[in-house]
C-alpha cells in the first residue's frame, strides 16, 4: 500500500465498502467497523440466513469469538497488538437477548485490558449480523 498510514489485513475479512481495514493518525490506531465474517467466504460464523439472504437464526457467542479474532488480526497487521485497546465502541443489534452473553464472552477476552467501552443497540448492520466492533488503540 502507498498510503503508510492505511492498513488493509490479509487475514480479516475483505470490507464491504471503499475504507481501510484501519488508519494510523499519530500514535493512535483507529479500526473500521469489524463484524464476524471471515476473509473469502459467504458464510458467516453463527448466522443461518434463508434464500434471500435474511437471518433466520444466529448464535451471538460464535459471533462474539470471531469478531474478536478479526479485531486481533486487523490490530496485529497494523503494528499493535490486542493490550493496546484504549476504546471500544460495540453495535448490538439485540440488546434484550444478546447484551448477557456478549458481556460474558468480552470479559473473557479483556480481562487483562480494561478500555473504555460503549455498547449501544442499532436496527441492523451492513451485512446480516448481530454484532460489530469499533476499536482505537494505541500503536
Known sequence: MTDQNK??????????GLYPH???????????????RERGAKDIPG????GEGN?????????????????????????SSWDKIVDVTVFLTNMKADF????KIYAEYFKDNLP?????EIK????????ELKVIATI
Request: hydrophobic content about 35%; overall charge negative.
Open 116 to 120: 473504555c467501552r460503549t455498547t449501544v
Open 55 to 79: 437471518i433466520t437464526d444466529y448464535d451471538i457467542e460464535t459471533q462474539c469469538h470471531s469478531v474478536f479474532k478479526n479485531v486481533r488480526y486487523i490490530l496485529e497487521d497494523a503494528g
Open 22 to 36: 484501519a488508519r494510523r493518525v499519530g500514535g493512535l490506531l483507529f479500526l473500521s467497523g469489524v463484524g464476524p
Open 100 to 103: 448477557k452473553t456478549y458481556n
Open 47 to 50: 448466522v443461518t440466513l434463508d
Open 7 to 16: 492498513f488493509d489485513s490479509q487475514k480479516a475479512p475483505e470490507p464491504v
Open 124 to 131: 441492523s448492520l451492513p451485512t446480516p449480523i448481530a454484532i
